[in-house]
């Protein structure tokens, strides 16, 4: 009797050491089975990061992010002027300085003597920005505008709006820039890097477009007045309206092009600033100042 209980017992022991044994067992599959999974789980963020970091990479790097558009705003009173090198004196014997810069867009032409000898008699000097596909025909005009003290300013090769805005990327406009600014280098000896876009730097050319233009050198004004010249072709009484109505800033860009209706009414349009207290200032380098629609100072 004494035996069966005690066998009895040893067998109840032995049933109780193997599952213990088995619990045992199972633990430490089951913990190497969970490092297994955290191992794996800690393998799949890494590798998930490093595929967000590459293709972040092949982004910025790789593919050129698109041109941001920037609407010109409503009021160009808005532009910056805020001068790089050296700053011109906002009054003289206490009055405020009024300076207009008179500027012509797509010459030169057959038309730029006769918008040189009006500002002559005014005491006016302009800045001229030129198309560079035109310089070669009109070198002596392009000779005299800078003998007489007014700047060349760079106005593209071929004022082609597809090919200077469509490509996706900044590189054909720099190309024709510099081009251009390497033209009236060899034509007159001075390097200008004054330019202003074709059909105005908003909304066609964006923030890293504008850093390329930038790098390349150069810097960009658009204007603050625009006389509609172009547009007005046989009306010089309405592009003097124009622009009477609308310069009142203490520094005006006024955008002019070189026209027949414009060599009309540029005796009227001198005569009335004249008469309103602006001085006639051209770009000058030393001196640049903030004129771009999006007030971008790397410009």
């Excluded at 520094?251 to 009227?268: C, S, W």
Aim: charged share 25%.
């Amino acid at each position: 009797m004494k035996v069966e209980q005690t066998a009895g017992k040893n067998g109840a022991i032995s049933r109780t050491t193997s599952r213990m044994k088995t619990h045992k067992r199972r633990r430490i599959r089951y913990g190497r089975l969970s490092a297994a999974l955290l191992i794996l789980v800690m393998l799949i963020t890494g590798l998930t990061y490093i595929f967000i970091g590459m293709t972040q990479w092949i982004k910025d790097y790789v593919a050129p992010p698109p041109i941001t558009a920037i609407e010109q705003p409503t009021k160009l009173g808005m532009i910056a002027m805020t001068p790089d090198v050296k700053e011109e004196p906002v009054r003289f014997q206490g009055q405020v300085r009024k300076l207009a810069y008179i500027t012509f867009d797509d010459g030169p032409s057959e038309h730029t003597a006769t918008l040189l000898d009006i500002l002559k008699q005014h005491e006016a000097k302009a800045t001229f920005f030129m198309i560079g596909r035109q310089l070669n025909q009109h070198k002596e005009v392009v000779e005299r505008l800078v003998k007489e003290g007014s700047y060349p300013g760079l106005h593209s090769m071929t004022h082609n709006y597809n090919k200077l805005y469509k490509s996706g990327s900044s590189s054909n406009f720099v190309k024709e820039f510099k081009k251009e600014q390497k033209m009236v280098q060899e034509l007159i000896g001075f390097t200008p890097h004054l330019i202003r876009a074709p059909y105005g730097s908003s909304p066609q050319i964006g923030e890293k477009f504008r850093g390329d233009i930038a790098a390349a050198g150069f810097k960009m004004w658009d204007w603050t007045t625009d006389s509609l010249d172009w547009n007005l072709p046989g009306q010089p009484d309405k592009i003097v309206d124009r622009v009477s109505s609308s310069v009142h800033r203490d520094k005006e860009v006024i955008l002019m092009h070189e026209r027949e209706q414009t060599v009309q009414a540029l005796p009227r349009i001198l005569k009335m600033l004249e008469d309103r207290g602006y001085e006639f200032e051209v770009y000058d380098p030393s001196a640049h100042w903030i004129a771009n629609f999006s007030g971008d100072t790397r410009l």
